[in-house]
């Protein structure tokens, strides 16, 4: 009676243990093909960014982002360095550099404060007034082309047609900021040589 009490007991041990590792076995396949499944869609995930102003919808995915996030990002870059008193201006060199790229943060740092310093000796201030915006969603270049106003003052002292080039870099799912400077109408982009280079 005993004895087989005992192989009983013994047996229905043996049971639990091959049903828990049966269970086991089954939950770490589950665990693995869900990782797998992880890993495949997270590459064709998209994310819905709000822009500053929120005008359209944008998306990104793992190494591109959409041609109108580039294009209302540039405009939103323009107007920092752009639309600019001598009183606002070191707030939004400031604003303008949290978005720059690391390796081009203290070139585009140097040109934004000489720009503010002229302002700043000149009491003047600037506004621009965008026309069309081409997009290059190869490079990540935004080329804008409108009309430049100085003012001293509430004088307007000058108004001359230009364009802008804002080059942007998307690393880590962010986008940054590693160009921004004056181009004309013929390489809107910026990306002729010079003439003896």
């Known amino acids: 009676m005993i004895l087989e009490k005992y192989t009983s007991s013994i047996s ?3 049971s639990e243990i091959t049903f828990l590792r049966l269970t086991v076995g089954m939950l770490l ?3 693995i093909i869900m990782g797998f499944t992880l890993l495949k869609t997270m590459s064709l995930e998209k994310t819905v960014i709000v822009p500053p102003t929120v005008n359209k ?3 990104v995915t793992g190494d591109t982002v ?3 996030y580039l294009e209302q990002m540039a405009y ?3 107007g920092l360095v752009l639309n600019v008193t001598s009183t606002t201006g070191e707030y939004q ?3 303008f550099l949290r978005y720059a790229t690391p390796a081009d943060s203290g070139r585009l740092a140097a040109e934004m404060t000489a720009r503010i310093d002229f302002l700043a000796k000149n009491t ?3 506004q621009f007034s965008a026309e069309t915006m081409n997009v290059n969603e190869d490079l990540k270049k935004v080329a804008i082309v409108g009309n430049l106003s100085t003012f001293v003052g509430d004088k307007r002292i000058s108004t001359k047609r230009t364009s802008y080039v804002v080059g942007f870099k998307y690393l880590n799912s962010r986008l940054y900021v ?3 400077k004056e181009t004309n109408e013929q390489d809107m982009y910026g990306t002729s040589i010079p003439a003896g280079k």
Do not use: G, L, P
């Open 76 to 78: 939103w870059y323009a």
């Open 178 to 180: 590693s160009e921004f």
């Open 124 to 126: 003047a201030s600037t």
């Open 29 to 31: 396949i589950v665990i």
């Open 57 to 59: 919808s944008f998306w």
């Open 66 to 68: 959409s041609k109108d």
């Open 93 to 95: 060199r400031q604003q």
């Open 12 to 14: 229905n041990k043996a």
